[in-house]
T-cell receptor, first 114, second 108 residues
Framework: NAGVTQTPKFQVLKTGQSMTLQCAQDMNHEYMSWYRQDPGMGLRLIHYSVGAGITDQGEVPNGYNVSRSTTEDFPLRLLSAAPSQTSVYFC?????????????FGSGTRLTVV | KNEVEQSPQNLTAQEGEFITINCSYSVGISALHWLQQHPGGGIVSLFMLSSGKKKHGRLIATINIQEKHSSLHITASHPRDSAVYICAVTGATNKLIFGTGTLLAVQP
């Protein structure tokens, strides 16, 4: 089925460990983005990409890296996990940055850092 | 003050009731989105609006650009409508700005 696929769904890390959250879409969307969702707060933008080879920082980029080597994939890397990065992470894509045809979200990754 | 405010934060309704969730925003926008998130689940896009009104099944979304306000209505509510409803706007920087969501519980 077409859509946005996120893996893993759940992950527990120890402080200082690194890991990569995977995001892939098969809709040929140019725009992809990563958000984190914390209790009592709206989703916040971490990083985004307007096309292959182009990435930029969002509202809360510290501690995260991204790359966009292909249109389909947009992985999010945690360099050295901290308890403050415990959150639910969502990847989203759309045809354009304006989201003029709406956004498609992945099912989320629940990350706990202990 | 958040740029996107939703009310109420929590809402409990009886099955069959008409439900309204409100969203106000304080920035210039190119579009407003209504999203649905079931407990422990992913996020689904319900509507994208830049003006007027849209309807899909029992869901109706309206927007008043002059008043910077949007409403999401659910007619003949059902327990399966229980979810968090999130309002988001595409702002001047073309980035999504999210409200904190409205938790809706529809009791049978």
């Amino acid at each position: 089925n077409a859509g946005v696929t996120q893996t893993p769904k759940f992950q527990v890390l120890k402080t200082g460990q690194s890991m990569t959250l995977q995001c892939a879409q098969d809709m040929n969307h140019e725009y992809m983005s990563w958000y984190r969702q914390d209790p009592g707060m709206g989703l916040r933008l971490i990083h985004y990409s307007v096309g292959a080879g182009i990435t930029d920082q969002g509202e809360v980029p510290n501690g995260y890296n991204v790359s966009r080597s292909t249109t389909e994939d947009f992985p999010l890397r945690l360099l050295s996990a901290a308890p403050s990065q415990t959150s639910v992470y969502f990847c989203a894509s759309s045809y354009s940055r304006l989201g003029s045809l709406g956004y498609t979200f992945g099912s989320g990754t629940r990350l706990t850092v202990v | 003050k958040n740029e996107v405010e939703q009310s109420p934060q929590n809402l409990t309704a009886q099955e069959g009731e008409f439900i309204t969730i409100n969203c106000s925003y304080s920035v210039g926008i190119s579009a407003l989105h209504w999203l649905q998130q079931h407990p422990g689940g992913g996020i689904v896009s319900l509507f994208m609006l830049s003006s007027g009104k849209k309807k899909h099944g029992r869901l109706i979304a309206t927007i008043n650009i002059q008043e910077k306000h949007s409403s999401l209505h659910i007619t003949a509510s059902h327990p399966r409508d229980s979810a968090v409803y999130i309002c988001a706007v595409t702002g001047a920087t073309n980035k999504l700005i999210f409200g904190t969501g409205t938790l809706l519980a529809v009791q049978p």
